[in-house]
């Protein structure tokens, strides 16, 4: 399947993440793992960053990525699954291999929770995110076909990145 561009909402959005100073980036880490409706002091600075055109139930998606992206460097390459196996290690390989199912497994209620885990991991392991891949593939999470979470999996074990669904 070939690739599609980002849409200009996702790459604002990263693009204003990217420019926060450290006490912003600060407020929105005590956030993570947090749903939007519990957020607590930062509702103001997530709806100034969120650009134009992003739908109201895209809303938590987007606040979910705004919490998380303190946590762990960008530049990463590929999707999540991706970057999960480049931070796989020997010593790790059974305990992260059965956290990567249970965060394939987990519903819309259990993302934040499983996703900051995954992603405060690959901040440990020095591995960089993709976060406009991220926020673009969390989009999709709760497709019926859930080919996200089949990119993911593939991508982290057979060690081979697919091709990204770049939506929007």
Known sequence: MGEREL???????????????????ARLKRNAGQRLAEARGVTGLFYRLLPPGVGAGQEDMYFLVATLFPLAEGGGRGDLGAALCRGRSEKHARGLDRRVEILLDADAAQLPFRLRRAVQLLASNRVGVNWPQLLADLLYWTHPERFVQRRWARSYFSGQPSAPVKGG
């Open 7 to 25: 849409s200009p909402e996702i790459v604002s959005f990263c693009e204003r993440l990217s420019r926060l100073d450290a006490g912003d980036r």
